[in-house]
């Protein structure tokens, strides 16, 4: 069974940063497509940025607006967020994704997710 497991969330003032990891097990991720994705309350869940296997990535600019960095690492099966000059309007609960395809952008070609990390960012 795949398993996706996020950590690295926490409350950070405006301006701080964090970085999110995931650890995926049950399965190899080095062929598939991963992504980070967010959801506010009374949001829906929303692309923050997704990487290919073939490493490339995709930003939903308008959440990362050039300061978050997705970055994977398959031999440990890890994919991580680099989230920088973090602004209020940061704060929600980021998924961790996989999916089977080795190309995917959209929150439904992804077929895994972990339960999720909480960011909170004060003003």
């Known amino acids: 069974q795949v398993q996706l497991v996020e950590s690295g969330g926490g409350l950070v003032q405006a301006g701080g940063s964090l970085r999110l990891s995931c650890v995926g097990s049950g399965r190899t991720f080095g062929g598939n497509a991963m992504g980070w994705f967010r959801q506010a309350p009374g949001s829906e869940r929303d692309v923050v940025a997704t990487?290919?296997?073939?490493?490339?990535?995709?930003y939903n600019t308008d959440s990362a607006k050039g300061r978050f960095t997705i970055s994977r690492d398959d031999v440990k099966s890890t994919l991580y967020l680099q989230m920088n000059n973090l602004e209020p309007e940061d704060t929600a609960l980021y998924y961790c994704?996989?999916?089977?395809?080795?190309?995917?952008?959209?929150?439904?070609?992804?077929?895994?997710w972990g339960q999720g990390t909480q960011v909170t960012v004060s003003s």
């Open positions: 990487i290919t296997r073939y490493g490339a990535i995709f």
């Open positions: 994704a996989a999916s089977i395809r080795g190309i995917a952008t959209r929150a439904y070609e992804f077929d895994y």
